[in-house]
T-cell receptor
Framework: DQQVKQNSPSLSVQEGRISILNCDYTNSMFDYFLWYKKYPAEGPTFLISISSIKDKNEDGRFTVFLNKSAKHLSLHIVPSQPGDSAVYFCAANEAQYTGTASKLTFGTGTRLQVTL | DTAVSQTPKYLVTQMGNDKSIKCEQNLGHDTMYWYKQDSKKFLKIMFSYNNKELIINETVPNRFSPKSPDKAHLNLHINSLELGDSAVYFC?????????????FGPGTRLTVT
């Protein structure tokens, strides 16, 4: 049962434009959400996170939006740069674990390509 | 300096063998993890240790045994390797246990069982 879904395996965006990566989840017990970025032959690196008490979190060019009623979150990258080309993973943590442990459930990733 | 390192980077072995993957972090973190990324790209947590104590143990076969000799190391030993164990294994660490603590991942170990 895939509790975190990233339905777009790939996305191509022109440099300077906005990239929007989407993620849906089914487990209503998830209360903390994260985005990780992964380059080939490297491990994932943390990008940005959001708690379920918020609906938006911004960090520079990266903004994550959370719609709890729709069980949907999205990552916006503005403006997109060629160095942003990577695989982006959405991850979620259950409320029972959030304060005491990290048991992240990951999506399968979206490959973003930023073209010149 | 590499923050989270894993050895080896690649491991090719035959079914039935026993192998170990080592992980070391020089970040002074208290919590370490093992993840498995299978052929469908699912990244799933296997184990989590905090201060050398096991805190998360997912439904992983008994053939997999993590060992944490100290806070900076979390090794993964796999007995009687099977074809289905072929995957990329990632080690990670974080300052604390909660989800709000950023996890730092190693580069991964690609295990191929033939």
């Amino acid at each position: 049962d895939q509790q975190v879904k990233q339905n777009s395996p790939s996305l191509s965006v022109q440099e300077g434009r906005i990239s929007i990566l989407n993620c849906d989840y089914t487990n209503s017990m998830f209360d903390y959400f994260l985005w990780y970025k992964k380059y080939p032959a490297e491990g994932p690196t943390f990008l940005i996170s959001i708690s379920s008490i918020k609906d938006k979190n911004e960090d520079g060019r990266f903004t994550v939006f959370l719609n709890k009623s729709a069980k949907h979150l999205s990552l916006h990258i503005v403006p997109s740069q060629p160095g942003d080309s990577a695989v982006y993973f959405c991850a979620a943590n259950e409320a029972q674990y959030t304060g005491t442990a990290s048991k992240l459930t990951f999506g399968t990733g979206t490959r973003l390509q930023v073209t010149l | 300096d590499t923050a989270v390192s894993q050895t080896p980077k690649y491991l090719v072995t035959q079914m039935g063998n026993d192998k170990s993957i080592k992980c070391e972090q020089n970040l002074g973190h208290d919590t370490m993890y093992w993840y498995k990324q299978d052929s469908k790209k699912f990244l799933k947590i296997m184990f989590s240790y905090n201060n050398k104590e096991l805190i998360i143990n997912e439904t992983v076969p008994n053939r997999f045994s993590p060992k944490s000799p100290d806070k900076a190391h979390l090794n993964l030993h796999i007995n009687s390797l099977e074809l289905g164990d072929s995957a990329v294994y990632f080690c990670a660490s974080s300052l604390g246990q909660g989800a709000s603590y950023e996890q730092y991942f190693g580069p991964g170990t690609r295990l191929t069982v033939t």
